[in-house]
Nanobody, 120 residues
Framework: QVQLVESGGGMVQPGGSLRLSCTTS????????MSWVRQAPGKGPEWLSG????????YYKDSVKGRFTISRVNAENTLYLQMIDLKPEDTARYYC?????????????WGQGTQVTVSS
């Protein structure tokens, strides 16, 4: 059974940082393209970043370039998203997903998500 479990969300002040983790099981993580997406209340889902299986090819949405860093540890079947200089508009539920190197993957590939709230 494929499982993707996100953690690390929370409430943070503008300018703050968070590191999201996604632990996975039930598929061969070493060969999987992975990505992060988010969905804010009342808005459509938004692809943020994708990474190839080796971690050597990475893409970002323009609005998060320089602030978000995607990474993976294949030996631990874990995907990360380091976020710095967070803004109120980053408030959303964040999901890790299989697939989605450069565009939004189907929602059936996402995990359950973790909430990130940026507010003073």
């Amino acid at each position: 059974q494929v499982q993707l479990v996100e953690s690390g969300g929370g409430m943070v002040q503008p300018g703050g940082s968070l590191r999201l983790s996604c632990t996975t099981s039930g598929f061969d993580f070493n060969y999987a393209v992975m990505s992060w997406v988010r969905q804010a209340p009342g808005k459509g889902p938004e692809w943020l970043s994708g990474i190839n299986p080796a971690g050597t090819t990475i893409y970002y949405k323009d609005s998060v370039k320089g602030r978000f860093t995607i990474s993976r540890v294949n030996a631990e079947n874990t995907l990360y998203l380091q976020m710095i200089d967070l803004k109120p508009e980053d408030t959303a539920r964040y999901y890790c997903s299989r697939g989605g190197l450069v565009s939004l993957p189907p929602s059936n590939l996402w995990g359950q998500g973790t909430q990130v709230t940026v507010s003073s």
